[in-house]
Structure formats: C-alpha cells, structure tokens
C-alpha cells in the first residue's frame, strides 16, 4: 500500500500532527493525514477548490454506472467548477508519499489514513500538469457552474464519494 499527503507546498521536511478540525474527529489527539493511491486523484486540484468526487464501490449499481460513466472509460470522476480550471492548469502540487507503518484506516471510502506520530516523508513527486495527471489515472474531470446539485444527487446512488472544500462552492 502507498500513502501520500497533496500539498502546494515543495519544502515540507516533516509531517507533525495536528487537532483535526472535522467535527466527528477526536479533538483530544493530533494526526497526521494521508491518502491511498486509488483516491489520490480526489487531491490533484488547487487546494482551495470545491470538488465532488466519486468512483465505481462495491455498492454502485448498473444504473449509476450507465448514468454516471456512459462511455465508460473511466470509474472515477472529480468535479470542479468551471471558474477553477484556469487554476487547476497553472497548479503545481506536490506529492508526499510517506512509509505505510505507522498509519491506521480512518475512512475506507474516502481513502483516509492517519497516523498520531510525526511522518518524514518518503518521496516527493512534483505535478506540473493536474489535467494531464488525471489522465493518466483514468479520472474524468467534468466541469459544472454549480456543484451543489451533483453534490445532492450523488449522495442519493450507489456510487462511492466523496465532498471536498464545499464551503467554497458557489451558490445560484
């Protein structure tokens, strides 16, 4: 298994834990955060941009699937607001990936991982093309004016998502 932590930053030595700010999160004890491989994709956008991303679970049923993957070229989608590609294209992120040990399993769908120890990382990849990177993993970026309605309708399907940065969506 491969971990990562998505960051704009290029010099971080060291990963020190910190209180998570998520209301369902023991605020007794800091963590460190990482992200499998599979959904690393949902982090390969500017930090600050609201996001819906979703891929094919154990759950999604034939219709989502027809639905939401018609040409099926993809099982993973990550959408953003049209305002934020000129940004998603001038973005460089990089890729911390640390070593798996000292991590436990927070959120299976999501692909969260945490660790209450300080992480030096492993490897840094830098990402100078998100569009392209997204690509090449096979993620259909799709853009939307609005994201609060595809937000609304994947919550109701069998498909696995996730809701990232929201508080920064528009509203109509």
Same mark, same amino acid.
């Given at each position: 298994?491969?971990?990562?932590?998505?960051?704009?930053?290029?010099?971080?030595?060291?990963?020190?834990?910190?209180?998570?700010?998520?209301?369902?999160?023991?605020?007794?004890?800091?963590?460190?955060?990482?992200?499998?491989?599979?959904?690393?994709?949902?982090?390969?956008?500017?930090?600050?941009?609201?996001?819906?991303?979703?891929?094919?679970?154990?759950?999604?049923?034939?219709?989502?699937?027809?639905?939401?993957?018609?040409?099926?070229?993809?099982?993973?989608?990550?959408?953003?607001?049209?305002?934020?590609? +000129? %940004?998603? $294209? =001038? #973005?460089? !992120?990089?890729?911390?990936?640390?070593?798996? @040990?000292?991590?436990?399993?927070?959120?299976?769908?999501?692909?969260?991982?945490?660790?209450?120890?300080?992480?030096?990382?492993?490897?840094?990849?830098?990402?100078?093309?998100?569009?392209?990177?997204?690509?090449?993993?096979?993620?259909?970026?799709?853009?939307?004016?609005?994201?609060?309605?595809?937000? +609304? %309708?994947? $919550? =109701? #399907?069998? !498909?696995?998502?996730?809701?990232?940065?929201? @508080?920064?969506?528009?509203?109509?």
């Amino acid at each position: 298994m491969r971990l990562f932590h998505v960051s704009e930053e290029s010099d971080i030595n060291i990963f020190n834990p910190r209180v998570p700010l998520r209301a369902d999160m023991d605020k007794s004890v800091g963590v460190v955060w990482a992200l499998d491989e599979k959904r690393l994709p949902n982090f390969l956008t500017p930090r600050d941009c609201p996001r819906v991303c979703y891929h094919i679970g154990p759950n999604t049923t034939e219709a989502d699937i027809r639905e939401y993957f018609p040409d099926r070229e993809s099982c993973h989608a990550v959408v953003i607001e049209r305002d934020w590609l +000129e %940004r998603m $294209k =001038n #973005t460089v !992120l990089y890729i911390y990936e640390f070593d798996p @040990k000292d991590f436990v399993l927070q959120d299976d769908v999501a692909g969260y991982y945490i660790a209450t120890v300080s992480q030096t990382p492993i490897a840094v990849h830098r990402v100078d093309n998100l569009l392209g990177a997204l690509a090449k993993a096979k993620v259909e970026l799709v853009l939307s004016d609005y994201l609060w309605e595809i937000a +609304e %309708r994947i $919550k =109701n #399907t069998g !498909l696995n998502w996730s809701l990232c940065r929201m @508080k920064n969506a528009k509203t109509k």
